[in-house]
Each structure stands twice: as C-alpha cells, then as structure tokens.
C-alpha cells in the first residue's frame, strides 16, 4: 500500500474529476423542476459511497428530498464520528453574470468554478475522499464513521429534524463534524464551536379600524407609525444596549481565556467599514466587534412596513404598522423567553390609542461545545498540522437550526471545521472553492480522525 | 316672468334630467382610454353654458385636459364672481361594489347616486341652474360671473395653475366661489374659510453600500431603520407636540371669537373615536379636536418602509430605510421653510454612521380669508336663508393646492360652500348627491349673489 501522502498526490486528479462529476448535478432544492436532479444527485452520492467502502447505505425518504446515510463500523472501542452535510444547491440566476455555467464545474486559477463548489458539495466530498484515502492506503479507518447528507439544507432543512428523531439510534455517535463554515481568513485554519441561536419576531401596531385621510385626520387621532416607531426606538438606548427589561438576563459570562482569544482576533474594524461604505461600526459599548458578533445577544429590526411606499405623497394615516425583528441569543437565553420580555416590554411603553401585538415567527437556540473539549482542540491540531499555521477559535454570529436539532437529539458535542471562504460567492454567481483547501482540508481530516481515535473516549 | 321659486318648482325635474346627462359622462381624467370621455364631457358643458346665457365660451386648451371659461358681465358697477369646479371624476373600481352603475345615474332614496354626484359635478351644476334660473326670471344676472371649471382637479390640477397664470387678466374678479367641500353635518350650512397648507416630505436613511447578513453583522453595524424609527420618534413629544425647532415659529395667533365659534362646534370626540374603532383620540395638549384640525400645524408620518417585509422572517440589515411625511401648515408657514427645519432637525439627532436626507416632495401654502370679511358673512346668510338654520364657520385640515394659486395670481378672497356631504361616497364606490342639497343649493347660491351685489364694492 501507498502511504497517505503518496496516495493523495497520485489520485488528486481522480479525485477532482469526480467531484466536478458531482457538481454537475443541477441540485436546487427549492426548484420543482429540479426534484429529479436532486434524486439523480443523491443516488450518485450513495453510490459513491459504496464504492469507497461504506456500509448500510441508504436513502432516507421524506416528504421532499432524501437524506443519505452510510456507515463504516469496524473499529471497536473507538469513538464514532458523524458527519453532517448537503448535497443540494442554492439556484443560479441571475445566470447571465455567471463567468462560466453553474453547473459545467471549470478549474481556472487555482479554484474549481460551479455551484454548490463551496457550498457544501466540495467539503462534503473532501470528507468523503479523506475517508477513501485512508481506507485505500491502510485498509481501515481509524474511528467509526457514520454519514448524514442531507437535500434539504438550502431550504431551511424541513425534514431533516424529523428523520433525526425518528432514527436516533441510527446516528448516535461521539461526536458531530461539519464542514459548512468558513474560515476566519484565506489560510487561517478555524475551528468553530458555538452559534447563537435565534428569536424572530412580528411587531404589529393597530390603529383605527381603517386608513384615513392625513388632511381631515392627521393632528387628532393615534397614528400607528408614530407608536410603532416610538417603541422600536426604544428597544436600544445610546449604548447600543438592549433596553427590554431581562433580556440579558440569562446570558452565560464568558471565561477570560476564552474572550481574550477573541479579543487577540483582529477585526480590522476600520477595513470593514470601508468595506461596507460606513463611517464606522457601532454596537453594545465595552465589546470588541468580534464579541458583540459572536457572544452577545443582539437585537435587529429587519423590515419595517406601513402606509404609503410609492414615488411621491399619499396623504394618509394607516391603520397599521408593522416590523420585522430577529433577536441572536448566546447560552443560555430561550426564543420563548425573549419573545414575551420583548412583547411585555412593548406593550409597556406603547402610547395611547394603539394595540401592539408580538409575534415568535421562528426561534432556535444557541449552541456551544466548550471551548476545552478534546474534540475542539483536536480539530485545532490536525488542522494546524495540514496548514502549517495554529489554529484560531471562533464562534459564528449567526445561525444553523439544525445543529440545536442534533444537540437535542443526540447529545454530542459539535466541532465546526470550514473550508470554505466569505469571498467564495456561495448563493452568488461564480462559486468557487480553492484547489487550496481541497488539498489541506483532506490532509486536516485524515489527520483529524487519526487524534481522535488516540484520546477520545467511545 | 315666472318668480324665482315658481321657476325652481317648475323646472326641477327638467334641471334634474339635464344634471343626469352631465353625470352620463365617464370623465375619467386619470385613466388615457377616456381621453375621449373627458372632452366630449367639456364640450357638452360650453356647450350648455351658452344656452344657459354665458358668452365667451372657450375651453382653453392644456397640455392634458381643457379648462372651461365663460362669462356674463353685463352688471356694471357689481362686483365680478369667480366661479372654480371641476368637470372630471374618479375612477370607479372596484366596479362590482356599485349597487347601480357609476354612468348610470339613479335616483333613489332622495339621492342622485353617479360617479361625480358629489365631487364636484353636482355642486358645478348646482352653480349652473342658479344662473339660469336668475336669467330666466330677471332677464339678467345681479354679478358679473366668470367661470372657471377644470378637467384635472382628480389628477392634481396640474396644467390649471399656469392657465390661470397666462390668463391672469381673463380671471381677474373679486371673489372666488368654490363648491368642492363638504357641509360640517347633514342639514347645516357651513361656510369655509380656510385651509391648511402642506409639506410633503420625504425622509431616506443610509447605512452600508448594501443589504448584509443580520447573523453576520447584527449588532456591530449601523442599521438604518433603528436610525430612521430613533429620529422620527424624535419627531413629537408625549403631548403631542411637534418637537422640530422652530416649527412652530411662524403661527399665527388664531383670534380669540374666532377660537370660541370653534370650540363651540362640537365634534363628538367620543363618537368620533368610537367610529374609527380607536379608545381615544390623541393630539397636541392644550387643543380641541377641531383647534388641532384647522388651525394648528401638524406633522404625520404617512408611510415607512425598509428591509423584509414578505411572510415570515429575513436575516437582513438593510442599506437603507425611508419614510414619507406630510406636515400640514397655518398660516404663515412656508413648505420650504418647514421642510429646513425639519432636515436640520433630522441631521442633528441622527446616530453615528448613517447619513439622512429630507427633500420636499410637495409643497402647498395655506390658505385663509379673513372670518369677517363681507363675502364670508354674506355667504353665511344666504345659506341660513335657503337652509332655515344659522351657518357655521368652519375651516379645513386638508389642503386644496389650487386655492393658494388663485390666491397668489388674483389676490382676492375665496369663499368655500359645499354641498356635498362627508358620507357622499366620493371616490368610492356609490357615491351620491342628496336631493335635498341640490335644491337648497339652488336657492343659497341665488340669494348670495343678490346680496353680494348689495353689499361688496366692485
């Protein structure tokens, strides 16, 4: 047998044309016209994964697309490592600035150019061939592996938590990996281990019982916009602090070693708003950007709406108004929770004449592996070792629901390892993926499993 | 010669059926497919202008739809009537609200029921069979009249202004008669004094050069609509006052029987509430219902709007917010003055890394002829005479954007006496003129302008 680094500089061409094989699968979830493509896409992966050795492989079925799994189980009294991904794509228009077609996959300055090359069918396919490599070059895999591919992640994975629960004996495991992030910078390996979780929210203010006219009204009676703003004026004070009376509440305290990693992170605070065309950031005073985006809670209004919205004047006073709220929630705070201090704390402050209601549109919680937990630091080593610089920490500021549905169901703790990176255009036109991280990510992997099987406990 | 009210008898059914043929017109005058409608509309009312008596009959061409002028002046020594109104209508959808249909005149329940029964082409008529009615049972008419009767009053008026500009000499009289407002109650002769002017204004709030990811972002960068609701709720104080320096600067002190006559006139604020479906109404402390409608400045905010807002809920911070606003003004206050103001305002209490900008949309000075001058009073009389109860003084929130040009170009008093009500259905489905107005109407209109000629200097 070759040993691994032969084997991966002698099959990379293999390899690649494979996964361009994969990526010519038109798999957009979202689009009926593509359920087919989807299905092919899937049964190529399950063949795939047959072919390089996995067992017990199958398509769950759902009422949308399937979710792939496979196992290979014979390495007792090593721990068992799931891994999750997708297989589907976001859609490709506007087609006419795709430099070359989406799904004609084109290797060109040191990226391979298609969708889904980021996002997720590259780092997917890097796990699948980090598993080939090792079972090619020493007949077995250091740890149990277990697969769960799923069709359904660019549409909000509907099903997914369902099949989970359903088959929750099938998927236990040790420990969760994922490669659907990004790396902090371009060569900058990156081990994520929290996400903050989510409350979004429905502001409605009601008024009189129809709009009436601004001219033979206006001066008189309660206008809903006035008392929608007023209190959504009131949700911050100058400090860029959240004023809902409990809102932080049952916010965890960051450990000092753990917020003075983030702290030794540059931002580039200045870079980023040049970047965004604004004079300057601004968030909750005594945080660095990085900790207001990743262990503070915050509160965003995302759409405000009422009245009048074309080109010119309407002399109007609507009956109602209305905003869109998300809320990001660091451990320990609940959707639930911040959904009624939110709705109270509205309603306390409402002027006169008007009705407020809150509405919980969608909420997930937050998740977090401890920053100390071996196969955290582990990710840390094997991906320092494939990229020749250390490690960096990071927690993510936004949300992926299906990890709290693994949390809940499964128990295990989460390591995020990315490949991929912020400039990749994922959901854009020209999606690319670096032959880069291809090559250095399989190599993190294989090393990966390796020091996992070393020291943690099945 | 017949007498006056022997006349009116013996002809209203004959006035009724001619009123009939003018409302058979769909004078549409925003929608192009009735172009046509709209000038055969102007062409049957020169045309019966000249048979009533009018000379000089012309309709003065416009870039959209023509203006009708025509005179009588063969009162020398008398003063000289202007006489404005408007021969075009609104659109009727939605069409299968109407109980009978819009071009269809009925009369029914002691109203004729037509689109532009009320607003204005009843009114215009009303003016009409006044001056025929005088013509034919005195051989002549006590004033000199002009008329002045437009096609684009629903579309804004937009060519009337510059008409009235190049014909400066044509229009030139000493009072203005308009009959486009509405009577204070059912059965009550309201004589209209005043109006308040506008300032329409549009607010637009900047932040990043684009919309960003609110999971990515949220809470380390400026989010214009949290800027956009923190000025506007900065906008009025608890008691309803407008907070904007300077704004109310330039009021005129309201006299004081002219401040009782309007606290005398109950408004049912309790009604009022009531029929909006509101538990109270709400503006400026230290105000009646009516003070805070006719004759103190106000500023509402008529539409918002920024970000998501479909179904459910989007993770943005959107680039940019906007909100429409509409201050009403007293006189003396100048659109261009109050639109300063109000952006200097809107500057100095913007938060950090936004850049806001407010423009003038719109803009319309107020309008106002003093509460005792003779043709207000005079009108009042006449009115009491055909209605049998005294007239009340009122003035109006809205603004009617022509008063202020007539007022600018011939400097003369306008005197405001509907006869529509506010329950008349205009530009709504199933509009209507009541029976009882048209006839009283008739004979309020004849008594004013046998009691101008006594009284005003020509």
């Given at each position: 047998?070759?040993?691994?680094?032969?084997?991966?500089?002698?099959?990379?061409?293999?390899?690649?044309?494979?996964?361009?094989?994969?990526?010519?699968?038109?798999?957009?979830?979202?689009?009926?016209e593509?359920?087919?493509?989807?299905?092919q896409?899937?049964?190529?992966?399950?063949?795939?994964?047959?072919?390089?050795?996995?067992?017990?492989?199958?398509?769950?079925?759902t009422?949308?697309?399937?979710?792939?799994?496979?196992?290979?189980?014979?390495?007792?009294?090593?721990?068992?490592?799931?891994?999750?991904?997708?297989?589907?794509?976001?859609?490709?228009?506007?087609?006419?600035?795709?430099?070359?077609p989406?799904?004609?996959?084109t290797?060109?300055?040191?990226?391979?150019?298609?969708?889904?090359?980021?996002?997720?069918?590259?780092?997917?396919?890097?796990?699948?061939?980090?598993?080939?490599?090792?079972?090619?070059?020493?007949?077995?895999?250091?740890?149990?592996?277990?697969?769960?591919?799923?069709?359904?992640?660019?549409?909000?994975?509907?099903?997914?938590?369902?099949?989970?629960?359903?088959n929750?004996?099938?998927?236990?495991?040790?420990?969760?990996?994922?490669?659907?992030?990004?790396?902090f910078?371009?060569?900058?390996?990156?081990?994520?281990?929290?996400?903050?979780?989510?409350?979004?929210?429905?502001?409605?203010?009601?008024?009189?019982?129809?709009?009436?006219?601004?001219?033979?009204y206006?001066?008189a009676?309660?206008?809903?916009?006035h008392?929608?703003?007023?209190?959504?004026?009131?949700?911050?004070?100058?400090?860029?602090r959240?004023?809902?009376?409990?809102?932080?509440?049952?916010?965890?305290?960051?450990?000092?070693?753990?917020?003075?990693?983030?702290?030794?992170?540059s931002?580039?605070?200045?870079?980023?708003?040049?970047?965004?065309?604004?004079?300057?950031?601004f968030?909750?005073?005594?945080?660095?950007?990085?900790?207001?985006?990743?262990?503070?809670?915050?509160?965003?209004?995302?759409?405000?709406?009422?009245?009048?919205?074309?080109?010119?004047?309407?002399?109007?006073?609507?009956?109602?108004?209305?905003?869109?709220?998300?809320?990001?929630?660091?451990?320990?705070?609940?959707?639930?929770?911040?959904?009624?201090?939110?709705?109270?704390?509205?309603?306390?402050?409402?002027?006169?004449?008007?009705?407020?209601?809150?509405?919980?549109?969608?909420?997930?919680?937050?998740?977090?592996?401890?920053?100390?937990?071996?196969?955290?630091q582990?990710?840390?080593?094997?991906?320092?070792?494939?990229?020749?610089?250390?490690?960096?920490?990071?927690?993510?500021?936004?949300?992926?629901?299906?990890?709290?549905?693994?949390?809940?169901?499964?128990?295990?703790?989460?390591?995020?390892?990315?490949?991929?990176?912020?400039?990749?255009?994922?959901?854009?036109?020209?999606?690319?993926?670096?032959?880069?991280?291809?090559?250095?990510?399989?190599?993190?992997?294989?090393?990966?499993?390796?020091?996992?099987?070393?020291?943690?406990?099945?």
């Amino acid at each position: 047998m070759e040993d691994l680094e032969t084997y991966l500089q002698n099959h990379r061409q293999q390899q690649l044309d494979e996964l361009m094989t994969f990526l010519r699968y038109p798999s957009i979830s979202t689009l009926p016209e593509n359920e087919k493509d989807v299905l092919q896409c899937a049964e190529f992966l399950a063949q795939h994964a047959r072919s390089i050795g996995f067992e017990h492989v199958q398509l769950l079925p759902t009422p949308g697309h399937p979710v792939l799994y496979a196992d290979w189980l014979h390495a007792p009294g090593k721990p068992t490592v799931l891994v999750y991904g997708h297989y589907d794509v976001q859609p490709v228009d506007p087609l006419e600035l795709w430099k070359t077609p989406p799904f004609a996959p084109t290797i060109a300055d040191g990226q391979i150019w298609a969708r889904g090359a980021s996002d997720d069918k590259g780092p997917v396919f890097v796990h699948f061939k980090a598993f080939e490599s090792l079972l090619q070059t020493t007949g077995s895999l250091p740890v149990n592996v277990k697969l769960c591919i799923e069709g359904e992640e660019e549409i909000g994975s509907r099903h997914l938590p369902e099949v989970v629960e359903k088959n929750a004996a099938l998927f236990a495991a040790d420990v969760l990996v994922v490669s659907d992030t990004t790396m902090f910078q371009p060569g900058q390996p990156s081990v994520c281990y929290g996400l903050r979780g989510l409350a979004a929210l429905q502001v409605n203010v009601f008024g009189a019982n129809g709009d009436v006219h601004s001219g033979l009204y206006g001066g008189a009676i309660p206008n809903p916009i006035h008392a929608l703003v007023s209190i959504l004026s009131a949700l911050h004070d100058e400090q860029g602090r959240v004023t809902v009376p409990g809102f932080y509440g049952d916010v965890e305290t960051v450990a000092e070693d753990e917020r003075k990693a983030m702290v030794s992170l540059s931002t580039g605070d200045e870079e980023m708003a040049k970047s965004l065309g604004i004079s300057a950031l601004f968030g909750e005073s005594g945080y660095s950007t990085l900790e207001r985006l990743w262990v503070r809670p915050t509160l965003e209004i995302n759409g405000i709406y009422g009245g009048f919205q074309g080109a010119g004047t309407k002399t109007v006073i609507p009956s109602e108004a209305h905003a869109k709220i998300t809320c990001r929630l660091v451990p320990n705070q609940e959707p639930q929770k911040i959904q009624q201090s939110v709705s109270a704390w509205l309603q306390q402050i409402a002027p006169p004449g008007v009705r407020v209601e809150v509405q919980l549109l969608d909420g997930s919680k937050p998740f977090l592996t401890p920053f100390h937990h071996p196969a955290i630091q582990l990710a840390a080593k094997a991906y320092e070792h494939a990229y020749g610089v250390p490690a960096v920490f990071t927690r993510m500021g936004g949300s992926i629901g299906i990890m709290e549905d693994f949390d809940r169901v499964l128990h295990i703790p989460s390591v995020l390892m990315g490949f991929s990176l912020d400039n990749d255009n994922f959901h854009a036109p020209n999606e690319h993926f670096a032959l880069e991280n291809f090559d250095k990510g399989l190599r993190a992997l294989c090393y990966y499993w390796n020091n996992l099987a070393d020291v943690l406990q099945a």
